[in-house]
């Protein structure tokens, strides 16, 4: 009974490093997701820290490849510093997915506030010219977000690019994407989106980094799997007194 606790041990530490390398790229196109969304965004916070979580993952993702490929090699030959090594830096991992989750929860608080303070900016540097980049970052969340101004199309009257053209229209990006024939002009309000862009790019944000950090806990639950797995072997390994008494209970039984 105490070899079958040991072979189930080893099958499932094995296994689990199995998940590790599934799960490092799952955690590295996470992290590439979130970074590549927020970089659309970039125009909308000026917090570059805001990226550390995502940043972080990448980097998580990549060492499990690596660690992976260790626990793989220590139990198959129960090497007691391999599986050592092994057990030390999932630690480090499970501690640096921790930090994920608590950064996460902290930027996912200061989305709102990053946005509120500069959206307002970006738009009023809008020129409606495809070659600069203030224009191509509201056009993008526009048409991404169906959504038109800040709080409606109306903040579009407020705007300096609204009082130079003097078209009484609001930028082709704000029309609905089932109207064909739209040009933007306020005349015809039914074809813009009647949403503003400000409450769903939070919403967008906020949700994103929520995945971030129930990835980091869902992965960290995993990793504590495995290291109490390693554990186990390395208490056959060193014959330890808990793992004895633990097997010669079940064979006297």
Known sequence: MGQCGVISSKTVLIFLNLIFWATAGILCYIGAYVFITYDDYDHFFEDIYT?????????????????GFIGCCATIRESHCGLAAFSAVLLLVFATEVVVVVLGYIYRAKVEAE????????????????????????????????????????????????TESRNHSVPVSCCKSTISNCSGTLARPGDLYPEGCEALMVKTLKDIMLYVILAALTFAAVQMLGLLCACVVLCRRGHHPAYELLVSTGLDA
């Not at 990226?51 to 660690?67: E, N, R, Y």
């Not at 991404?144 to 903040?155: E, K």
């Open 51 to 67: 990226l550390i979580p995502s940043v972080v993952i990448i980097a998580v993702g990549t060492l499990l490849f690596v660690i």
């Open 115 to 162: 946005v509120n303070h500069s959206i307002q900016k970006v738009y009023n540097e809008y020129n409606g010219t495809s070659s600069d980049a203030p224009s191509r970052a509201v056009d993008y969340v526009q048409r991404q977000l169906h959504c038109c101004g800040i709080h409606n199309y109306s903040d579009w009257m407020h705007t300096p690019w609204f």
